[in-house]
């Protein structure tokens, strides 16, 4: 069995762009230009922080959505498998009543980043709660609840690719964790 390639953080993107990053990483000046945009890692260390955290953001954009029953880092979600966070809703007759249960568990490997990222990921997996797909109306309440997501999730990408080539977190702790 071959060993599997790193993930392509940058797939979809233009070649030139793509290109343009890389220069950065092998002359050194990728890190650079990511700690003057964000110089700080966020503060949110705890489930019961991030918990906060992420109901703060959904009572101010998605009051209707439903209860979360559960907020958490995740060790087991591993970035090499692209999976940065991830979203659950599960349905359950309990008498007569049909509850639904909703969790969020965020990849631990946010802990050490800045929030703009940690932001950028929360508001992906909350707006999964209510749009199931990545299609436009997803991507549409992405920019709804942060503006400037689009530019954020390129700069996560970005970063993510600079930690895959280069294994140096920029952020004290921060390390992608190997399936």
Not at 43 to 64: H, I, P
Not at 75 to 100: F, P, Y
Not at 155 to 164: A, S
């Amino acid at each position: 069995m071959r060993p599997k390639s790193p993930p392509n953080y940058l797939a979809g993107y233009p070649a030139a762009l793509v290109e343009q990053i890389h220069r950065l990483i092998e002359q050194d000046k990728l890190a650079e230009r990511l700690l003057r945009l964000y110089p700080l890692a966020h503060d949110v260390r705890t489930d019961k922080a991030l918990y906060d955290y992420v109901q703060e953001l959904k009572s101010e954009y998605l009051r209707n959505a439903g209860q979360l029953s559960k907020v958490a880092f995740d060790g087991k979600l591993h970035v090499v498998q692209q999976a940065l966070g991830t979203h659950t809703s599960i349905s359950r007759v309990q008498g007569g009543n049909l509850k639904a249960k909703r969790e969020i568990r965020i990849a631990t490997v946010f802990k050490e980043m800045p929030a703009e990222f940690l932001r950028m990921i929360v508001v992906h997996e909350l707006a999964h709660i209510k749009e199931r797909e990545h299609g436009k109306a997803f991507y549409q309440l992405c920019l709804h609840i942060e503006p400037d997501y689009s530019q954020l999730e390129f700069d996560l990408r970005v970063y993510l690719t600079h930690l895959e080539t280069t294994a140096r977190p920029l952020w004290p702790g921060t390390r992608i964790e190997a399936a």
